[in-house]
């Protein structure tokens, strides 16, 4: 079992950033490949960003490519997805999600419980 906690989240003017922080736990012997998460009101879950297991490969949605960054330091844990030229409909609750680089959220075997991101205008 896999427990990750999600952290970075705030308040944030758009145009801003934000670094966000999944720190796993628990049956971390295995390095699982990595993804990102979002879910905006009234809206199903959406795929934001994903990595390897080693770092070598990632993935991103449209709407963030070439804003958003995902990255990892296996010796330190953490997978960080850092967040530039935020924009309004950014927000929203962000999970990070451990097994897989797909962009189906059903292909992920563990969970966060997520961090709120708000932008404001």
């Known amino acids: 079992q896999v427990q990750l906690v999600e952290s970075g989240g705030g308040l944030v003017q758009a145009g801003g950033s934000l670094r966000l922080s999944c720190a796993a736990s628990g049956r971390t012997s295995t390095t699982y490949a990595m993804g990102w998460f979002r879910q905006r009101p009234g809206k199903e879950r959406e795929f934001v960003a994903a990595?390897?297991?080693?770092?070598?490969?990632?993935y991103y949605a449209d709407s963030v490519k070439g804003r958003f960054i995902i990255s990892r330091d296996n010796a330190k844990n953490p997978v960080y997805l850092q967040m530039n030229s935020l924009k309004v409909e950014d927000t929203a609750v962000y999970f990070c999600?451990?097994?897989?680089?797909?962009?189906?959220?059903?292909?992920?075997?563990?969970w966060g419980q997520g961090t709120q991101v708000a932008v404001s205008s």
């Open positions: 990595i390897t297991w080693n770092g070598g490969t990632t």
């Open positions: 999600a451990a097994g897989s680089t797909s962009p189906n959220w059903h292909n992920y075997l563990y």
